[in-house]
């Protein structure tokens, strides 16, 4: 159980490219998910917290109108890089909670390779 | 952002040697978590702890929740080749905070 999918594992486009990123929770509902961006040799960090049908929180340097997060479902969160540069490109993990569970840790998604040329 | 304090920062061990890594941190998490990942691949859930003094075994691995709610470790015993990967420790607040900190993971090799 507790299966976090993300799509596409892999993405290259285009400097100026929009791109968009899928997490979804398999078999269990999720109000809140997360976006972490991970570089090389480096541990995840947390770039926003996505609340399931209303706006999402935004860490500190994190650019909001960069970074399009849309939660409009209990199974389904999605992150668009908007106009992508190479500084963009990076390791993107989502991860989710069962939000009918009290407490209970959270499950990462796959990660998507994004490499802007 | 806060980060957790995991040492060591990587390790170098012969199959079937025990490994132990920790991470403090100086302020009280309600929840520790442990996770494995793999190149390429998002962090597996190895072991959740949510009791101070807890301690809990997965197979091989076994974490703890430290007293004082600042720390934990995990140990793995008898190391096999695919125990290879990095190892991040994390910690919750909870109560209506479900965001993780993360320490900076420990790189695991283990020489068959």
């Known amino acids: 159980g507790a299966v976090v999918s993300q799509h596409p594992s892999w993405v290259i486009c285009k400097s100026g490219t929009s791109v968009k990123i899928e997490c979804r929770s398999l078999d269990f509902q999720a109000t809140t998910m997360f976006w972490y961006r991970q570089f090389p040799k480096q541990s995840l960090m947390l770039m926003a917290t996505?609340?399931?049908?209303?706006?999402?929180?935004?860490e500190q340097g994190v650019e909001k109108d960069k970074f399009l997060i849309n939660h409009a479902s209990l199974t389904l969160s999605t992150l668009t890089v908007t106009s992508a540069h190479p500084e963009d490109s990076s390791f993107y993990i989502c991860?989710?909670?069962?939000?009918?569970?009290?407490?209970?840790?959270?499950?990462f998604g796959d990660g998507t390779r994004l490499s802007i040329l | 952002g806060q980060q957790l304090n995991q040492s060591p920062q990587s390790m170098f061990i012969q199959e079937g040697e025990d490994v132990s890594m920790n991470c403090t941190s100086s302020?009280?998490?309600?929840?520790w978590l442990w996770y494995k990942q793999d190149p390429g691949e998002g962090p597996v859930l190895l072991i959740a702890?949510?009791?101070?003094?807890e301690l809990t075994s997965n197979g091989r691995l076994t974490a703890q929740f430290g007293i004082t709610r600042k720390d934990s470790f995990l140990n793995i015993s008898a190391s096999i080749p695919s125990d290879v990967g990095i190892y991040f420790c994390a910690g919750q607040l909870g109560g209506s905070n479900y965001k993780l900190t993360f320490g900076k993971g420990t790189l695991l090799t283990v020489n068959p």
């Open positions: 996505s609340n399931e049908g209303s706006k999402a929180t935004y």
């Open positions: 702890l949510y009791k101070a003094g």
């Open positions: 991860s989710a909670r069962d939000s009918g569970t009290p407490v209970g840790p959270q499950h």
């Open positions: 302020s009280i998490f309600n929840t």
